[in-house]
Structures are given as structure tokens and as C-alpha cells.
Nanobody, 124 residues
Framework: QVQLIESGGGLVQTGESLRLSCTVS????????MGWFRQAPEKEREFVAA????????YYTDSVKGRFTISRDNAKNTVYLQMNSLKPEDTAVYYC?????????????????WGQGTQVTVSS
């Protein structure tokens, strides 16, 4: 059974940084493309960033370009989301997701496995 465990969320002030981690178990990590999504209260879950299996290709939603960086360490079965210059509108539950079918998935339905989420709160 595949499990995804996120960590690293918390409460920060505007302009500060956080790094989220997501560790995957249950299958060879390097066979997955990975992504991060977020869901704010009363809003739909939205795509944030994705990375392909070998880590050489990344993709971001426009609102986080230049501030967030997705990366992965296949030796540690972990994907990261470095979030800099955080804004109150970044406040959400952040989810990592894994996909075995697509090279660089970006849609909710592309992903096969999901973590339980970690809360990120940015105060103004």
C-alpha cells in the first residue's frame, strides 16, 4: 500500500518561508511523478507544483512562480516544496500527490495517491 506523509506546515508571518516535505512508502519512489496541491477554506483544491520522475522538469501555477520551488530526493523517497515570500493568500491545507501514469501531471484526476495534508497559515 502506498502512503504519503506530509510534514513541515505551520504558522508564519507574511514574507517568511516554510519547507514542506512528503515522504512516500510502499513502492519505488522514482516511478512516481509528484505534485503539490492546496485547498483553502470553502475553495476547491488547486494545483501548486509538479515534478517529473527524475526531478529535471518542474511546473508551477502562476501565483507561486518565483516564490515556490519543488524538488525531490529519490534516495530519500521525499519530495519538497520550498515556499518563500509567503503571503496570506497562500494559507491552505497543502497536499502532496503521486502519479504513475503521466510525466508531469497537473490535474487532480491525474494523481493516484494523496497524503493527508499539512496546514500552512500565513498571518498578515
Amino acid at each position: 500500500q502506498v502512503q504519503l506523509i506530509e510534514s513541515g506546515g505551520g504558522l508564519v508571518q507574511t514574507g517568511e518561508s516554510l519547507r514542506l516535505s512528503c515522504t512516500v512508502s510502499g513502492r519505488t519512489f522514482s516511478t512516481y511523478a509528484m505534485g503539490w496541491f492546496r485547498q483553502a477554506p470553502e475553495k476547491e483544491r488547486e494545483f501548486v507544483a509538479a515534478i517529473n520522475r527524475n526531478g529535471r522538469t518542474t511546473y508551477y501555477t502562476d501565483s507561486v512562480k518565483g516564490r515556490f520551488t519543488i524538488s525531490r530526493d529519490n534516495a530519500k523517497n521525499t519530495v519538497y516544496l520550498q515556499m518563500n515570500s509567503l503571503k496570506p493568500e497562500d494559507t491552505a491545507v497543502y497536499y502532496c500527490a503521486a502519479d504513475i501514469r503521466f510525466s508531469i501531471p497537473t490535474k487532480l484526476d491525474d494523481f493516484d495517491y494523496w497524503g493527508q495534508g499539512t496546514q500552512v497559515t500565513v498571518s498578515s
